[in-house]
């Protein structure tokens, strides 16, 4: 049986870092507002000149660096984001040629939050069907440039940031005590798509526009259809929540990642949290807080890795993995 599995990961966060009081310096809101109702205490935003591009190349260059392999090894780079350095080409592309690639392709994927999750199951799905080899896969965003600093409801939920992951095809006998990707579900419903959206766009107003949710619903529908795709993934390879080493959600909001944990019987021990260091940085939580967890000698080879997401369109999905 073809299988993919992950040789390393890496991250990268901008230099500056705003903390909830340089946020209330701008906006009317407060620390105990922001940690209250979010948990995020700080959130790292990229430099003028710094794209989404060059965030997803560092933190691929520590991956590679991680995993030990060269960059030319590489022949496929999914990279997830929502705000490309440009409407066309993809930042995939971008990153391809700033890491010396020239074989292989590279392409962007665009599921919001669930950008991550949806990269790892398309990665995963190309190299099982021997499209690939050895893949990159990506998570950078750059959400500070479609923030409205105006606008309170917003602007404090969200950060900049890219982690990445290289993944190899092996062959294996296709058990859950494999390493690799075990199974995944990816899920969408267009019906949502006015819940939380970019008011902008090159065919419907020729601007890149600005992020707007509609937070109480979005938080209404997330914690339900979380645990739908963790259940499928359950379902699928026979493992429950006892099973698991580590829950590494999509890093939105503290109280929605606990909420999930809790309605799954995840111990809170299991869970890890980085959106109290860097915010909600949509398709690139996920790697971030991986990588965090594994360089902070929490997730370690052999371990049962459940990865979860849910974002605009809505879009949702989980991906089961032994690392
Ligand atoms: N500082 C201070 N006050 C604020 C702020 C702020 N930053 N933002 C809103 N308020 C005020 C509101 O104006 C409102 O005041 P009012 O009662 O006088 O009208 C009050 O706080 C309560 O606002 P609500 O929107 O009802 O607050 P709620 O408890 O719903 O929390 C939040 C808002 C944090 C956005 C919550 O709804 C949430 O977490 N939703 C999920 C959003 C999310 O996680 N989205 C991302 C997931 S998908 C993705 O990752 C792309």
Redesign the pocket.
């Known amino acids: 049986v073809t299988r993919s599995k992950i040789l390393g990961c890496g991250s990268y966060l901008p230099a500056k870092c705003l903390s909830n009081a340089d946020?209330a310096a701008m906006?009317?809101?407060?620390d105990e507002?922001?940690v209250q109702?979010?948990g995020i205490r700080q959130r790292h935003v990229a430099a003028e000149g710094e794209f989404t591009s060059d965030l997803a190349t560092e933190a691929a260059r520590a991956a590679l660096a991680d995993a030990g392999v060269e960059a030319q090894s590489i022949d496929l780079i999914v990279l997830a984001t929502a705000t490309p350095d440009n409407t066309f080409p993809a930042s995939a592309v971008s990153v391809q040629a700033k890491l010396g690639i020239t074989t292989g392709f590279a392409f962007d994927v665009q599921a919001?939050?669930s950008g991550f999750v949806y990269a790892l199951t398309t990665a995963d799905a190309y190299l099982k069907a021997g499209l690939a080899k050895r893949a990159l896969v990506i998570g950078a965003e750059t959400f500070s440039r479609i923030l409205d600093w105006n606008d309170?409801?917003?602007?404090?939920?969200f950060g900049d940031g890219a982690g990445a992951v290289v993944l190899e095809a092996c062959e294996g006998e296709g058990a859950v005590s494999d390493q690799g990707i075990l199974t995944s579900h990816l899920r969408s419903d267009g019906r949502h798509k006015d819940k939380?959206f970019v008011d902008g766009g090159p065919s419907s107003t020729q601007t890149t526009g600005f992020l707007r949710?509609e937070?109480?619903e979005?938080?209404k529908h997330?914690v339900g259809m979380i645990t739908d795709v963790i259940e499928d993934a359950f379902a699928a390879t026979g493992l429950s929540a006892e099973d698991l080493d580590w829950f590494i959600p999509?890093q939105?909001?503290k109280?929605?990642i606990d909420a999930s944990a809790k309605k799954l019987g995840i111990a809170p021990e299991k869970v890890v949290t980085t959106v109290d260091l860097h915010g909600?940085t949509?398709a690139a939580?996920i790697p971030l807080a991986l990588c965090h967890a594994v360089r902070d000698g929490r997730v370690k080879r052999g371990d049962l890795v459940l990865l979860e997401?849910?974002?605009?369109g809505f879009t949702w999905g989980s991906v089961l993995l032994r690392w």
């Open positions: 946020l906006v009317d809101t407060s507002w922001i109702r979010t919001v939050c309170r409801t917003t602007c404090v939920l939380l949710m937070g109480k979005v938080f997330a999509h939105a909001n109280r929605i909600n949509s939580s997401a849910m974002g605009g």
